[in-house]
Each structure stands twice: as C-alpha cells, then as structure tokens.
Nanobody, 120 residues
Framework: QVRLVESGGGLVQAGGSLRLSCAAS????????MGWYRQAPGKQREMVAT???????NYADSVKGRFTISRDNAKNTVDLQMNSLKPEDTAVYYC??????????????WGQGTQVTVSS
C-alpha cells in the first residue's frame, strides 16, 4: 500500500497565500510523478500542477505564474505554493503519486484531499 497524507489547506482571503504539502509512504521503490489536482463543487477534478522525478513541471493555465510545485525525492514529498489566490481557486485539492512498488507493481495513489477556500 502507498499512502498519501496532505496538509496545509484552509481559509484565506483573495490575494493571500497557502502552501500545501503531501507525503507519500509505504512500499515505494520509485516515484515517477507527483502532482496536485483539484475539484470544485459541481465540477470535474482537474490537474493543477505535476512534477516528474527529474523536476519537469506542468501547470494548468489558470495557475501559471501564481502556483509553484516542488518535490523532495529523498523524502517522497511534494509541495504546492499558492500565491495570489483567487476565489475561483476554491476547491478540494488532492495529491497524486505514480510509481513502482518494491514488488514491481505500479501504483497510482491519491490523498484524502484538503479543502482550500478563498474568500473575496
């Protein structure tokens, strides 16, 4: 089993900042990619930002220039620094990790989600 634990969500005013953190644990041999996704009420889950083991990043157009994703390969953690937050960033944010277990099996795991609410 691979477990992802998120932290750092909360309530912030528009223009403010939050930092989300996610730690992966379990039988992990390697992690190919980690990322953050979000789901607002009544909407589908969408990609926010992803980062590969070689630190190649990808961002949704809506967050480019405001959010920064980073990871620590040694600790199996990924962070999302969110600046200049807007009310439309309000959503449940989910951490995702994909890789390979020591058994050789691949995994694609999700965290439980953390609420981010941006007030206007």
């Amino acid at each position: 089993q691979v477990r992802l634990v998120e932290s750092g969500g909360g309530l912030v005013q528009a223009g403010g900042s939050l930092r989300l953190s996610c730690a992966a644990s379990g039988s992990i041999f390697s992690i190919n990619a980690m990322g953050w996704y979000r789901q607002a009420p009544g909407k589908q889950r969408e990609m926010v930002a992803t980062i590969t083991s070689s630190s190649t990043t990808n961002y949704a157009d809506s967050v480019k220039g405001r959010f920064t994703i980073s990871r620590d390969n040694a600790k199996n953690t990924v962070d999302l620094q969110m600046n200049s937050l807007k009310p439309e960033d309000t959503a449940v944010y989910y951490c995702n990790s994909r890789g390979r277990r020591y058994s050789g099996a691949q995994f694609d795991s999700w965290g439980q989600g953390t609420q981010v609410t941006v007030s206007s």
